[in-house]
């Protein structure tokens, strides 16, 4: 048995940077040269970012993409880099090549190409034909593959496997999800033992829009133990000595030569494993690097949050601190007629707390001004929800005209309860750049909150914030709970209906009130022209709005069929 | 050569109203029937609507579009019909079922699977294996293929024609966009030249968020002559004799046999033949469809427009009268301190002439009051884009306000060219349901204006809205050519780069000015953040916003390199 030290380049790539990317590259080979590894091996498609969308399209991008992967392998030295990018030959393909001493050494596609979920590479992508090259690297058979490769049972990586290689290097970019690091490992290790290859796996880390990646990046030995893991959601480079069952594949046609004569026998370094931090902690870092690098990647110093007092606007002032510093968030509220005596004290409170500016402007003028301008028009009518929206679009547009101003990142603060029901005002708490929870259920939110108190060791968002019933305040004692069933029972229907496709019916046999069960139904179908406008946010649970779940705005189909039954033709 | 009688079921089904879409078909049938026909066709997917997104997700949507095919099928008569539905076999497929007395009596499977431009086919559909059955109707050798099977050379329809088909009835939805008419009718008699089978194309008509179907079935015989067309951009049952080459095949196994005995020949109708519409007059009819039935699927009665007394608004209003009656269209005037003395006349000229209501709302009180509200944070900053905003806001907030009380639906009246380069306000002037002409370049506005007024005969928009220099009237004298080049530079420009792929490179080749061209390319980089919270609008040219170009909004690539040329790594 020999090894082979691989080093982990779990870098955050920005998509288009092609410039910036190329550099991140070279700094990491540098990087794993001084530590003495063999191979460095970097996230797919690391040279154009992930994912790129259809700047794929543009023949300009793609000639831009092999320039630059053509700049890596002419600055390649000893250690080989696996370095993704896209090549043009007979349609696009996703592809990562090995750059060893100045040159290209060999090409490998990705085969399966994942077109579900917030995938969709069937539609710039050709798979690759299966003919991947092993590679002999240090007396090592050494194959690649890319994300979706090694989700197949007895897949490339068997194929691999059974043409001589004992190390698969696993070039990756998959976002996160709760729960997405334990599954990856398990399939890794399904890989690993049926394949008998050591896996390196390593992921891309950063936000993309909507998407935001884990890193998490990690070894297999071939008996299917972890050897070494690398943290989630930073950006590192690790070198970790991986094993190989047998003496490694003798030369002959068809293996490409790299590095052939630098066996490594014995003395291999144990793997650093760093603990997954699942649950609570992962789902909050996510959130803070999603807002971290939708900020920094789209140019913004500062970011604003409209503090109403209330636990949403504070999670999300709370994770814009972490993102990018108490100094650069900026916090406003705008209390109104209806606002209650508490709420402009917790802002404040939650203001000193994070230590962040408050800017304060009660809206009431503005408020009753336009109520003038519309009142020729609404002509005595009872006041409803028009009205109440009314206070929201005030404040979303004082909002904006401080974004504008200052060039500040407006960060909205609609949870993913709300999101679903359409509990939000249009142009009013929904405008904005980044909606940083707008995949956060709203029991989840009170558990990211005591979760970051708890870490903070002090009541960081104020007690009461967490205690009082949750309310829009836009008429006299508005309770979300006059709208809406209480989130301990409205989030566990949205998430059987939005995560798990669950019916109607299914949720009525399973105990909930069928009424009220289709009322929810109703309301997140009929929302989905409100969620079509809000800014981008997230993915942080199974299934998020957005690019992961793409319904019809025009969509007459109810679950449980129209009121009164399925009426027969 | 003997013949089959053919019933074109141009409807429009809805999405997701399944009961209402068996409606459609079943009274298609009943048409058919009394029309003689052997056999009715109808559009893809016509039981759940085009297309069904990730309804299709659902596994209680999929079971009732089986249930809604088994409903048709058991009321089908002598007249075969031709019925498109999703089938949950080894995956989900894109399917058209032939029903005939009572039963389905064969399926046809969708191939090939569009997954570029509007289309995700592959996102849910396992493509057809290539065995789809060859009917024996009235003598005649008859396949079914579904789109994107009539493109491919020698593909789906050349297998048919070998294994007996003389008539191939095609299901379609392909939406609409400037000369597909004339593209599918080119591909279609080459499908008919190389096959020799008569072809039948039905296509759905119909508008769908951001995509309209134009309808415009057509019939080709097998020597690639036009028999028959039907009118775009409506419903309607055509019958239509096919003829076909030779005697039919003879009874075999494999065969599926249908209304075998009922030979037709000799004294067969010609069939009627609609002239294609083209040029302005296509593009005016698809917008018209597009926003009524955005508003009628979505069940708004009234639409509400902001009449600025400028092109764009005077266009949309037109539009929307058209596609809902001027009785149910409301125009707003909004005039701020900067609005010129003749846009409100304009705009009062306008609703005289479509004899639409106009409400006037002064937004000064709101826009002094709230540039108060903003002075502590402004601090004598010098006015800028914040204030020009702030008043864009006022008036999509008044709107919506309007809306909210109203149940109106609000049409927004960006252009494409706007659109692109982000000369607009968010939560402004962007602010509302249907963006009816976001698909629409500034320059092509001009001539659909000038188009429906020939159609008129009269002004029915003023003169002088379409000779005033175009203004967005946020600030003293402001024109958009104090920002942008004109229109006549700019709109090609766009073209392209948006439609075409073209580089900045190129397009200085081509004469145009460097700097010029790489701030516009710049603009329309800048502004996807914008356009990914528009409301949806409908395509009408070769490739529009949405979700026919899906750029990310995090995004460092810039067409001829970063400023001051591509830098070497």
Request: contains cysteine; aromatic residues 6%; proline residues 7%.
């Amino acid at each position: 048995m020999g090894w082979l030290r691989v080093a982990l380049c779990q870098v955050d790539a920005v998509v288009g940077d092609l410039d910036g990317n190329v550099r991140r590259v070279l700094d990491g080979l540098e990087r794993a040269e001084e530590l003495d590894a063999d191979v460095a091996l970097f996230p797919e498609l690391v040279v154009t970012g992930y994912p790129p969308e259809d700047l794929l399209l543009e023949p300009e991008f793609v000639a831009a993409s092999e320039q630059a992967l053509a700049a890596v392998a002419a600055s390649s030295g000893e250690c080989a880099g696996v370095v993704g990018y896209v090549a043009d030959s007979a349609g696009l393909r996703n592809a990562a090549a090995l750059c060893w001493r100045g040159k290209v050494r060999g090409v490998s596609v990705k085969e399966l190409l994942p077109n579900y979920g917030v995938f969709d590479e069937q539609r710039w992508f050709v798979p690759g034909a299966g003919d991947s090259p092993v590679y002999r690297i240090g007396g090592a058979g050494v194959g690649v593959v890319i994300c979706e490769d090694a989700w197949q049972p007895l897949g490339p990586i068997g194929r691999l496997a059974g043409a001589g290689a004992g190390i698969v290097l696993s070039c990756n970019a998959s976002p996160y999800r709760a729960g997405a690091q334990a599954e990856r490992q398990g399939i890794l290790v399904q890989r690993a033992v049926e394949s008998r290859c050591a896996i390196a796996y390593v992921n891309l880390v950063g936000g993309q829009d909507e998407l935001v990646f884990d890193g998490g990046s990690l070894v297999i030995a071939p008996d299917g133990s972890l050897l070494a893991s690398v943290a989630q959601f930073r950006e590192d480079i690790v070198a970790v000595d991986v094993p190989f069952v047998g003496d490694g594949p003798e030369v002959r046609p068809g293996l490409v030569e790299v590095s052939g004569a630098r066996h490594r026998r014995g003395g291999a370094s144990p793997g650093t494993i760093t603990p997954v931090l699942g649950g609570d902690a992962e789902t909050y870092e996510a959130l803070v690097l999603a807002t971290r690098d939708y900020a920094e990647k789209n140019g913004f110093v500062d970011c604003v949050v409209a503090l109403s007092g209330g636990i949403d606007s504070s999670l999300v002032a709370a994770i814009a601190v972490d993102a990018v510093g108490a100094s650069r968030v900026h916090g406003v509220a705008m209390p109104s007629r209806f606002s209650s005596v508490t709420s402009l004290a917790d802002a404040t409170a939650l203001a000193r707390n994070l230590g962040i500016e408050l800017i304060e402007i009660p809206i009431e003028p503005a408020h009753e001004v336009m109520l003038g301008l519309l009142a020729p028009s609404f002509d005595d009518r009872p006041p409803g929800v028009a009205e109440e929206n009314l206070q929201a679009r005030i404040r979303g547009t004082l909002l904006m005209a401080l974004s504008n101003k200052f060039g500040w990142l407006v960060l909205t603060t609609g949870n993913k309860s709300e999101t679903a029901v359409g509990y939000s005002t249009l142009y009013g708490d929904t405008a904005g750049g980044f909606a940083v929870i707008r995949d956060v259920p709203k029991l989840l939110v009170y558990t990211l909150v005591a979760y970051r108190n708890a870490q903070a060791g002090r009541d960081l968002i104020p007690e009461q914030i967490l205690t009082k019933p949750p309310s829009a305040e836009l008429r006299p004692d508005q309770r979300d709970e006059d709208s809406l069933p209480p989130y301990a029972v409205l989030d566990p229907i949205l998430e059987a209906y939005v995560e798990r496709h669950a019916t109607v019916d299914e949720l009525v046999a399973g105990g909930f009130d069928a009424a009220m069960v289709r009322q929810i139904f109703d309301l997140v179908d009929a929302a989905e022209y409100k969620r079509r406008q809000a800014p981008p946010g997230p993915r942080v649970t199974s299934r998020a709005f957005g690019k992961d779940r793409r319904m019809p705005i025009t969509n007459r189909f109810r679950s449980g069929g129209p009121p009164g039954g399925r009426a027969s033709p």
